[in-house]
Each structure stands twice: as C-alpha cells, then as structure tokens.
C-alpha cells in the first residue's frame, strides 16, 4: 500500500465508522460502497501533514473511514515525514460521538508501542499520551458505532494543534 494511500479522510472533522449497511441522510453512506465484511485486517493508514495548518492526508475528512463488519484495524497514525523534525503527535484521542464509553478493549495501542509494559485501552482513558512519530491503533470492531478521534500535534516550538475526524464501525468482530 502507498504510503498516502487511504479510503479517503480529510482535516478537522473525519469518522471512524464501524457499521454494516448503515444508511445516512436516507441512502447508503458512499463510503460503504467499497466495504467488503468478513475480509479480515484492514490497515489504515492516518498521516498527519502541514498544509496551511495540521490537517490529514488526502482528503480524510470528507470520507468517513470505515470498518466493515466482522473486519478488525490497524490504524497507523503517523507524521508526514517532511515534517519529522518540526513535529511530533503528543496524543491519540477516541470517544463514541454520543459521548459515552468505548467498549473495553474496542481501540487499543498495543504493549509494545505504548509507553508502559501494558496496552493502553480508550474505554480507561480515551486520550492516550504517546509522543512519537509513529502509533498503532487495534480496532477491534466489536461493536457498530460511530467515533470521534482527535490527533494532538506538539511542533518543536512547543505549540499543540489537534486535528479531529471521525471513524465509522461495523461491529461483529470477535
């Protein structure tokens, strides 16, 4: 897969969508279009670029990104490399849009990128501190829902900036 290469997305504003023939605003969502169930691990790649302020890669805002049922996720948050030197992500931040927990175990950063011994989970603590240029998520789609993710980026001057999308769902994953 190209580095830059996503199911669409964009700055400010952008869904994790985890859902199954979801329909909005009276149709089918467009992103559903190219979702294929049961297909296994999607890896997502989330890149995180300077143009005019910190925004996404390719548009990502106005395509949701979408994780069909019965599929799991990587999502690969990670700072353009142009930008390697100038900025890092100080946090990954996911919460339902409802506004109520995720499920236990439904977004995680694995033992080996957090900064503990253990893997970090966004139903104890949906901001996870993880300053680097690079984190993993697991989407582990067990639930269908809609998500609100945020991406804190610190320059080296010591600004934070957040960018903010959203991730759509499916469920059914076991």
């Given at each position: 897969m190209d580095y830059f290469n996503t199911h669409g997305g964009g700055p400010r504003t952008a869904h994790l969508i985890l859902a199954s023939g979801l329909w909005l605003l009276g149709g089918l969502a467009p992103a559903m279009a190219d979702c294929q169930p049961h297909s296994g691990t999607q890896v997502e790649h989330i890149v995180v670029t300077y143009d005019g302020g910190w925004t996404f890669a390719d548009g990502r805002k106005e395509n949701e990104l979408?994780?069909?049922?019965?599929?799991?996720?990587?999502?690969?948050?990670?700072?353009?490399?142009?930008?390697?030197?100038?900025?890092?992500?100080?946090?990954?931040?996911?919460?339902?849009?409802?506004?109520?927990?995720?499920?236990?175990?439904?977004?995680?950063?694995?033992?080996?990128?957090?900064?503990?011994?253990?893997?970090?989970?966004?139903?104890?603590?949906?901001s996870q501190s993880v300053s680097a240029q690079r984190v993993t998520v697991l989407n582990n789609n067990?639930?269908?829902?809609?998500?609100?993710?945020?991406v804190q980026v610190r320059t080296s001057r010591g600004d934070i900036r957040s960018v903010d999308p959203k991730i759509r769902n499916g469920g059914g994953a076991n």
């Open positions: 979408v994780v069909c049922e019965g599929n799991k996720a990587q999502l690969i948050f990670r700072m353009d490399p142009r930008h390697a030197r100038s900025a890092r992500i100080q946090t990954v931040s996911i919460v339902p849009s409802d506004g109520s927990k995720a499920p236990v175990d439904e977004f995680v950063v694995p033992a080996n990128e957090a900064q503990g011994s253990a893997p970090l989970d966004f139903r104890d603590n949906p067990r639930k269908a829902g809609v998500y609100d993710y945020t």
